[in-house]
């Protein structure tokens, strides 16, 4: 294509033809990893003729892109374009996220961006501002989620009309509670059970509130809310403390309840737990299904794992998955997180992920503080508030059931949990030999397999323990 045309041309071509030969022209010049890595994910979404819009699948995958292949692509462009053509990037990102924030700030820090690369977040249809990527299909379920889920399903399957309304979804942070959300608005959509669906994040409820007050608008803010059939609401915990935001929702919230329109919510802490939030809110949430999500146990870890991988078409082997997934317990988000800097780090060095790269990598993951141990005493805290015995009697002589069974059962997590050795776990537990500990760790695994109502509770405090890493 010679230069002169290439301009008035390119309004009249498929940007997703323009964008394959682009691949064609990238794929000989980089290795295949770093081709599949890099380059397959990415989406051409829009051509003019003066840029071309790329999506990327989030806020690392274009930062690393900005930094080491942005001379290609500029390359590629002239040559298969004529120059003057800009590319922008979008991120595939719910406008919630924290991200968004780091990408603007990212934005303003580097000049280069400036001039050259537009970053938008959140390429979300106007008005359901949802997440397509967010499904049901790649949402693995596992005891942590499974009832989560299927409320999910049953209000995606008939909205408003069964008893969860409105449904409440609570659990720690990075667990899957955003994805759910959407998975349920992307799922009512394409079946068109129902026609106006909106997904938000209660800070952008807030902050559309309070331009709705600066303009003068509340009532147009009011009358769009209570237009939709189904209202996702992310994140209700940022209403604490909010009271005029609060005043609005729940007003909105009778409105869309008494006319049998679904409301779904999340939140970070069971809606009991909401301080902050006036009464009359927290009593219409009482009579909510609520439903929680725990964090994943190591199979769903697993699971979640290889099926990123499928997704993205990387050949990652098992035992790196299972490392992955072994080390990194407690939140989802930074699981993924630690495998696509491990994808990186394959492509910059251009070395085989193995087992050695995966060290490297999870050892800076932790040190950068991401995911730190687990100290002893958190360990004690949970079995002692299972058992509901104290910390004193915990470390002290008393050897009636209850505690001495608590003592043993924290004497175990503390031995799966820390670094520390057995005569130092002693230590922390009133000063007891190492082979009273590893008698406890004996005793509780043989209580594990043998009792199904021990079994449950150790699962129980074994799941809040991993949830505090
Ligand atoms: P939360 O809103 O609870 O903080 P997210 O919904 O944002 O968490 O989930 C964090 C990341 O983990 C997302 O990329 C999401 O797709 C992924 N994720 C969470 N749970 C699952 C699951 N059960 N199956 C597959 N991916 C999951
Ligand atoms: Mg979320």
Redesign the pocket.
Known sequence: MDNEGSLNTVQNLDCQAVWNNCLDYIRPKVPTQTFDTWFRPIKAISLTDEELFLQVPNKFFYDWIDSHYKEILHRTLRELMGSGLLIKYTVLLAEDTEEKHDLVKSSLNEPSLANEVVVKTGMLEKGTRINEG?IFD????GSC?QFAKAAAVAVANAPGRTSFNPLVIY?G????????LQAIGNETLSTGRARKVTYVSSDTFTLDFIAAIQKNKTTDFSRYYRSFDMLLLDDIQFFQGKEQTQEQFFHIFNDLYQRRRQIVL?TDRQPMELRGLQERLLSRFQSALTVD?QP?DLE?RIA?LQ?KAMHDGLDIPYEIIEYLATNIRSN??EL?GAMIRLLAYSSLLQVDIDLGLAQKVLREFIGSGHASLISIESIQGVVSSSYKVNLDQMIGKIRTKEVAEARMVAMYFAREYTNLSLKTIGLYFGGRDHSTVVHACKWVESKVAEEPQFSQRFSFMKNKIESTI
């Not at 790649?138 to 379920?141: D, L, P, R, S, T």
């Not at 942070?173 to 759910?180: D, F, I, N, V």
């Open positions: 967010y790649n949402f693995v379920v989620n659990g942070t990075g667990l899957g509670k955003t994805h759910l999340t999500i994943p769903t979640i099926q989802i988000r993924e």
